[in-house]
């Protein structure tokens, strides 16, 4: 069958490339080896934010006496929350499937690979192979949890993202590697559901990729609710205990001489069974501290998925363990194209989804706008929540910029006091000599919902006082952005 565009890969890249294509007037296919919507909907940010709202409301109902509710001890039910989220998760497959069909678009399930003259061959679950026919391919495979030789996933005492969405017992102790985005959000999940959390990073802050002052936030608000958290570390290597055969115990095995019963399993449930003895490394002391847990998670990282897809022998180029493209997405073979985690940028939904619109509108011969990879949101939905945008303080001056800084606590602010949580602030770092906002770094409650406007102005190229300018609604948290800006120039009325 001959298209005018096939997507391999349906995650927020790929889906978005096939509906943009279509809506286009393009004849278009997409194929998928599991499930539509990618990792990102079955098993990436839709899933997570499921659980960590479940957390949240957790939270909330074990500090009701604060807000002046009376009401019962909370039980965190660790199966029905991952129920719950699963269930979101499917939620929005089926609405990449609608949209799919909405916009006329053929889904092709299997494994595709890309062969010369572009073709695609997709092998199905039975083994059966088809061959499909594009004028344009675009791959957009994404990626996957990374393994590192030190903690072999095993899927059950050492385990990935994956698995740490659907784990079928609440454990009593776990370690976290990796403090990204992935990781702290696992860490604060388990945490706040009662597992007792150490959270290792190899960097000398969590969050290595956030300002300085943003992830010293997030650790005095980790250690506050209980967490561990072991920086300038790394996890050596990872010895297990297996459980006895024939034994039921409902968790990990305590050790010799422990009055700690391990990793309490859901009604009806076995547990992982075992301990692991977690050898980490203080990199800055040299010493090594062994710490027992039920459950490893590997949060260190992703790695793309571009094993048996044929792209060496249709000669599309390599850069740096990534498909080699242009601004507009063209590999260096004409008609193949790539976008999302297989290409260098950030490993982020939206950075997809903008990558495949921009790729999918050149193809139809338009001239559209190139992504603007210096002006890219991130966030992280730990709380407090965390989300930045531009430049880091240390990275603005290491860049030889005369900047100006200006922070908003939100104990200042009357509407973090009255939701009851006043952790965090917003920092605005700023070009003293051009008033451009460099780079903006926010910490607390909603901020994820408060970045996009610091996005929408950098774009724009509104200037740091123009943003201040303009009236913002009290009560409310974004009024902290005007308050970081005056502050940054000695002139906050509230800070």
């Not at 286009?24 to 194929?31: F, H, N, R, S, Y």
């Not at 979101?88 to 595709?112: C, H, P, R």
Request: proline fraction near 4%; glycine fraction near 12%.
């Amino acid at each position: 069958m001959k298209y005018d565009l096939i997507v391999i890969g349906s995650g927020p890249g790929g889906y978005v490339a096939a509906v943009k294509a279509s809506q286009l007037g393009m004849k278009t296919a997409v194929v998928e080896r599991e499930n539509l919507g990618g990792i990102c909907l079955n098993w990436g940010c839709i899933p997570t934010k499921a659980l960590l709202k479940s957390a949240q409301v957790y939270n909330y109902m074990s500090h009701a006496a604060g807000y002046g509710v009376q009401s019962g001890v909370p039980e965190a039910d660790l199966t029905a929350m991952v129920a719950r989220s699963r269930g979101v998760a499917e939620t929005m497959s089926k609405g990449v499937q609608f949209l799919l069909k909405k916009n006329s678009v053929d889904v092709i399930m299997g494994t595709g690979r890309v062969l010369p003259g572009r073709k695609v061959a997709v092998t199905d679950g039975e083994g059966n192979v088809a061959e499909y026919e594009a004028d344009h391919i675009v791959i957009a495979t994404g990626a996957r949890s990374k393994v590192m030789p030190a903690m072999p996933q095993d899927g059950k005492h050492i385990i990935g993202y994956r698995e740490a969405m659907t784990l079928p017992f609440k454990p009593q102790r776990m370690v976290v590697c990796g403090s990204g985005a992935i990781g702290s959000e696992f860490a604060f999940f388990y945490q706040s559901i009662g597992v007792e959390v150490t959270l290792v990073e190899f960097m000398p802050q969590i969050l290595p990729n956030e300002d300085e002052d943003t992830a010293a936030q997030v650790s005095r608000s980790f250690r506050k609710m209980g967490m561990k958290v072991m920086v300038q570390s790394s996890v050596e290597r990872v010895d297990i205990d297996q459980a006895m055969p024939g034994d039921n115990n409902a968790g990990a095995q305590a050790m010799p001489g422990d009055n700690n019963a391990g990793a309490q399993g859901m009604s009806g449930d076995g547990g992982a069974g075992g301990v692991c003895h977690v050898t980490i490394k203080d990199m800055k002391r040299g010493t090594e501290t062994v710490v027992d847990c039920d459950v490893v998670l590997s949060a260190v990282g992703v790695v793309t998925n571009l094993e048996g897809l044929g792209l060496e022998e249709t000669g599309i180029a390599f850069e740096r363990g990534k498909i080699a493209v242009d601004d507009y997405y063209r590999t260096s073979v004409p008609g193949y194209y790539a976008i999302g985690d297989v290409v260098h940028g950030p490993a982020l939904a939206h950075v997809a989804s903008a990558e495949a619109v921009c790729c999918v509108e050149a193809i139809a011969g338009h001239e559209p706008k190139r992504v603007n990879y210096n002006n890219i949101p991130g966030c992280t939905y730990t709380t407090p929540e965390v989300a930045s945008v531009g430049l880091t303080e240390k990275r603005a001056l290491e860049a030889g910029k005369e900047i100006c800084v200006g922070k908003f606590f939100f104990k200042a602010s009357g509407k973090a006091t009255a939701a009851g949580n006043t952790d965090g602030f917003v920092k605005m770092v700023i070009d003293k000599q051009t008033d451009e906002i460099v780079g903006c770094h926010m910490c607390g409650d909603n901020v994820t919902e408060m970045i996009a406007s610091i996005v929408v102005a950098r774009e724009n190229g509104l200037t740091a006082r123009e943003v201040a300018g303009a009236i913002h609604p009290h009560p409310t948290m974004s009024e902290a952005v005007m308050e970081a800006i005056e502050a940054a120039y000695g002139c906050a009325i509230h800070g």
